[in-house]
């Protein structure tokens, strides 16, 4: 894991090179490359500082266009792609100190939105086939999260801090403090409701939350969920290795254009269009912190309710049926002194955060509930088995009796009138 950044050495300069998160950066510095590669084959060296960068004093804007040509007539890029090598210059130019030139701001968006119609067209003809990933279904999740139960634990994926976690009366809460589109933060911070599905323990996020957390029992509450050096590549890795693995071991037809955004494109089509009766549109682009414009940014604002509809339709439950409003495996008692007993053993260091004692609880109580699922599917050698909890059978079988997902003390939330 980076080393924390330091409020009493932070500099102008590292405010200025913060613009862009680092992986960001480390693309543009690839698609320079590859602009440099292209000029000196093609016999524009003279804009070339070295093989890695361009000289912005000699490399012009019928330079750049002529390699977007390039692109075009070899390549078969998607529009965006051809997009994000304009910003990746545009970012080369403010790196260099250099004064991008007028023509990018008023002939590079016309040739942009040619090129797109002629991509769009390409496609529509079958020149071209579409680099767009597409969205996830509910059936693709639920196959790709049985197998993932079956594989070796594949580390860690994101960087979001224990802290950010809360407890919600019936669900889990996850507070978002940046966001892809809006690096500098978000405004007023409200938990996302993410609720547990004990019906389908495969898909239970609470569950896979409890799990982790048992099998790393002396995290640092002030510490990182996922301490990954790279939280974005390695989840990248780790789903192409489990699409992989659905491919080649259940003999399923293989996924096509299928990446870690299709998951995000699935939830909100699901949410959106797999039922009769989804949430309003209004809920899940403030759910996704995403614009709608000036008017209605201004006017529709997050409310619970609408976000804890959304939670449920996207956990996976039954929306049409009774069973939509399933509570989450908890303990009937709220003081009992064995589960008391139980937190601190199983969770050592994160029962010292007193802002994560329900969530600990509600973790622990799911594990627990869903015990015979976890020992007759997990592979026999799985680091879970070697935890305190599954090795102090004593312990198990003094908590399995006080687990329920059907007492009243808990108030359901996120369910429809009808």
Not at 47 to 74: H, P
Not at 113 to 124: M, N
Not at 160 to 182: H, I, P
Not at 307 to 334: C, K, M, N, W
């Given at each position: ?262 998951i995000r494109k699935g939830a909100v089509t699901f949410a959106s269009s797999g039922c009769t009766s989804g949430p309003s549109t209004g809920v899940l682009t403030t759910r996704a912190r995403w614009s709608l414009g000036d008017v209605l940014d201004r006017y529709n604002h997050y409310a619970p309710a609408g ?112």
């Open positions: 894991m980076p080393p924390r950044r330091k409020r009493s050495t932070t500099t102008i300069e590292d405010a200025k090179n913060n613009t862009r998160t680092d992986s960001t950066k480390k693309r543009y510095t690839t698609q320079i490359r590859t602009i440099v590669q292209w000029a000196m084959a093609h016999g524009h060296s003279q804009g070339v500082l070295d093989r890695n960068t361009l000289n912005l004093a000699t490399f012009s804007f019928g330079n750049f266009t002529k390699f977007l040509e390039w692109c075009y007539q070899t390549k078969h890029m998607a529009a965006s792609t051809l997009g994000s090598y304009r910003s990746a210059i545009v970012f080369l130019y403010e790196k260099q100190g250099v004064t991008i030139p007028q023509a990018f701001q008023d002939e590079l968006p016309h040739i942009m939105k040619g090129y797109s119609r002629f991509i769009a067209a390409d496609i529509e003809e079958g020149v071209q086939t579409t680099k767009s990933k597409r969205p996830l279904t509910i059936e693709e999740m639920k196959r790709l999260t049985s197998r993932s139960v079956a594989l070796a634990d594949a580390g860690c994926t994101h960087a979001y801090l224990l802290l950010t976690l809360s407890w919600e009366e019936d669900c889990l809460g996850v507070q978002f403090r940046r966001l892809k589109t809006a690096q500098e933060g978000v405004g007023p911070n409200k938990p996302r409701h993410c609720f547990a599905n004990p019906l389908k323990p495969n898909l239970c996020v609470v569950l896979a939350l409890g799990l982790y957390l048992v099998m790393h029992p002396t995290m640092d509450p002030d510490a990182r969920l996922f301490p990954a050096v790279n939280p974005g590549d390695n989840f990248s890795r780790s789903f192409a290795k489990l699409v992989h693995a659905l491919v080649a071991l259940d003999g399923v037809d293989r996924l096509p254009n299928v990446a870690t955004h299709s976000d804890q509809y959304a939670g449920r339709i996207v956990s996976g439950l039954p929306e049409s049926s009774a069973a939509f409003g399933t509570l989450p495996p908890h303990f009937g008692a709220r003081d009992d002194p064995v589960v008391a007993d139980a937190v601190r053993v199983v969770f050592p260091t994160l029962c010292n955060a007193a802002c994560l004692s329900t969530v600990l609880r509600m973790c622990l109580a799911s594990v627990v509930y869903h015990r015979e699922w976890l020992v007759d599917t997990f592979p026999q050698h799985h680091t879970l088995f070697s935890t305190v909890l599954f090795r102090n059978k004593d312990l198990l079988h003094q908590l399995a009796p006080n687990v329920t997902i059907n007492d009243g003390n808990i108030r359901r939330t996120g369910i429809p009138p009808h």
